[in-house]
T-cell receptor, first 111, second 111 residues
């Protein structure tokens, strides 16, 4: 998976609780991305980063925040989880903002 | 949870056949395209990319064709094998450093 790890790989949480997902890369790539994947919708971009402390919103950013304090780590936080945020979350990295390489995913269930 | 492959168009082929998977893209200004393969329970895997100044690009057992006139992309897999069974989807650049993904096609290869 191109030197990308995601943690946790599976999580079950209750509605209203905060959740943080971590993406870690060993490739020293500049760009990092968070996506969610749902049946019928494909991959949708939540937030992305083009450098340390440089982030921007994607298509479905409401209810999510991100932080990137180091090149290798990109954190996705659900401030107050809702059932609609039950999904599989993928992190991706890119050296130059074109080709993207994906991590193994995190399956999140909000009950 | 539901598989990402539910509700997707499906292409069923016999082992050894050639497979052709099609994708229509939306933005005539897109200048970069990628094909990904996603096996069940895994992250998307980069297969091959092509830039808009090319009509065709070949990889190992795969060929991507780009028809900009009709905004159509295809992935040809030669001598399809059972290990090629997966969901395949295309992506186009939607900004300088972001991609928009299609919903995908499921390829089923019978021995």
């Amino acid at each position: 998976d191109a030197g990308i790890t995601q943690s946790p790989r599976h999580k079950v949480t209750e509605t209203g609780t905060p959740v943080t997902l971590r993406c870690h890369q060993t490739e020293n790539h500049r760009y990092m991305y968070w996506y969610r994947q749902d049946p019928g919708h494909g991959l949708r971009l939540i937030h992305y980063s083009y450098g340390v402390k440089d982030t921007d919103k994607g298509e479905v950013s409401d209810g999510y925040s991100v932080s990137r304090s180091k090149t290798e780590d990109f954190l996705l936080t659900l401030e107050s989880a809702t059932s609609s945020q039950t999904s599989v979350y993928f992190c991706a990295i890119s050296p130059g903002g074109h080709e993207q390489y994906f991590g193994p995913g995190t399956r999140l269930t909000v009950t | 949870g539901e598989s990402v492959g539910l509700h997707l168009p499906t292409l069923s082929v016999q082992e050894g056949d050639n497979s052709i998977i099609n994708c229509a893209y939306s933005n005539s200004a897109s200048d970069y395209f990628i094909w990904y393969k996603q096996e069940s329970g895994k992250g998307p895997q980069f297969i091959i990319d092509i830039r808009s100044n090319m009509d065709k690009r070949q990889g190992q057992r795969v060929t991507v064709l780009l028809n900009k006139t009709v905004k159509h992309l295809s992935l040809q897999i030669a001598a399809t094998q059972p290990g090629d069974s997966a969901v395949y989807f295309c992506a186009e650049n939607s900004g300088y450093s972001t991609l928009t993904f299609g919903k995908g096609t499921m390829l089923l290869v019978s021995p």
